[in-house]
């Protein structure tokens, strides 16, 4: 079996920056120097940003290292893995096929998995607003076994079972929005029996050919290993860095496995955020937000998409990767951040990057 290479990282290397220089009316300086401070203090390997401001401009490019071996520099235009955001690839396939009236809100997840447990109370929106009482086996034990052993052998219906197993914890579906990415498996294989298409064949149809997505992709087998081009993801290990780039895509399936860039998510995340793929009764039903447990009322979900404020989309983590996408609806904005790392705590090494500039972008609309 392949092991991660262990990797050291030169300190202070890789600090300059690739891209064009931003159109006039974004703060160019202040958001290099957000990216710097990234890598500087936050010890990340590389950072690429993405902001699309209509009538101020756009803002994009990469900072430091794009492979620690080489010493190549991370650019803007290498795809990367997007984790969690693919879930809101995934719910808007379901929504459309909601709209075709193939699948419907109220169908109860046992229309396909009889036996699954609470199978005949749990809603396909249930499912879609993380609100279906379903725990996760993707928990703290779970993902520090996928993080080292990257090449883990499961099919979506292993975690399912796993899922399954855990009945006993189960909540009534409808009471609470908590977080689980079981949700996501499921719903990725709803949309398959739906359908009769295979997810990529879905995704195709219904989202990456009508926006003219190009470099973005879903692996759906456990030998796509890899990613397309040169970048290459990392985690620390509290002395250096462990090579994350490969591993099996299939265990995270439809809750975190898919590729892409900072252009097309820059396109995706305006049009998930406006609806363009979706009527405006869908998208005005997707929206409607529900906080989280535990999280401030202003951190929530609706049908596959997250509410920050008055941000709406998704971030995401797998091993070697931290992704935001994330869009300001009332500025027509997106902002969109990779960092090439994700260390075995899968605490995301992006949000503190969106978070920043968010706030220095629209200071009076972020309420952290």
């Known amino acids: 079996m392949l092991k991660p290479a262990l990797l050291t990282l030169t300190l202070g290397l890789g600090l300059l920056a690739v891209g ?46 794009g492979d620690l071996v080489t010493g190549a520099a991370r650019t803007p235009d290498a795809p990367f893995r997007i984790g969690s955001v693919t879930k809101t690839f995934f719910a808007t396939a379901v929504l459309q096929e909601v709209e075709k009236g193939r699948i419907r809100l109220t169908d109860p997840l046992a229309k396909w998995y009889p036996n699954f447990p609470n199978a005949e109370l749990i809603t396909v929106d249930d499912l879609l607003r993380m609100q279906s009482g379903i725990q996760d086996p993707f928990d703290k034990a779970w993902l520090e076994h996928y993080y080292a052993d990257p090449f883990w052998n499961l099919t979506a219906d292993d975690v399912i079972a796993q899922g399954a197993a855990l009945k006993d914890r189960f909540k009534r579906p409808g009471t609470v929005t908590e977080y689980v990415n079981l949700n996501y498996v499921l719903l990725e294989q709803i949309l398959l029996k739906s359908t009769g298409m295979t997810a990529d064949q879905a995704l195709l149809q219904g989202i990456w050919a009508p926006l003219s997505l190009e470099s973005t992709s879903y692996p759906t087998f456990a030998h796509d290993t890899g990613i397309p081009g040169p970048l290459h993801g990392y985690g620390w290990n509290g002395k250096s860095f462990d090579d994350k780039t490969l591993l099996n895509p299939v265990p995270p399936g439809g809750a ?52 920050i404020g008055p941000f709406v989309g998704h971030n995401g983590t797998i091993q070697g990767f931290s992704t935001e996408c994330f869009y300001y609806p009332a500025q027509d904005a997106t902002i969109v951040v990779s960092v090439n790392r994700l260390d075995a705590d899968d605490q995301s090494q992006s949000t503190d990057v969106f978070l920043k500039i968010a706030k220095e972008l629209f200071p009076r609309a972020a309420p952290w």
């Open 20 to 65: 064009a220089p931003s159109e006039s009316g974004l703060p160019e300086a202040a958001l290099d120097g957000i990216c710097r401070t990234a890598l500087e203090q936050g010890n990340r390997v590389g950072v690429a940003v993405e902001v699309s401001v209509p009538g101020r401009g756009i803002y994009r490019k990469a900072f430091g290292q």
């Open 256 to 307: 975190g496995s898919m590729i892409s860039t900072l252009d097309d998510l820059t396109v995706y995340g305006r049009a998930l955020g406006k609806g363009t793929l979706l009527s405006p009764a869908a998208q005005a039903r997707r929206l409607k937000m529900s906080p989280f447990a535990g999280s401030p009322a202003w951190v929530g979900y609706g049908q596959g998409i997250a509410h």
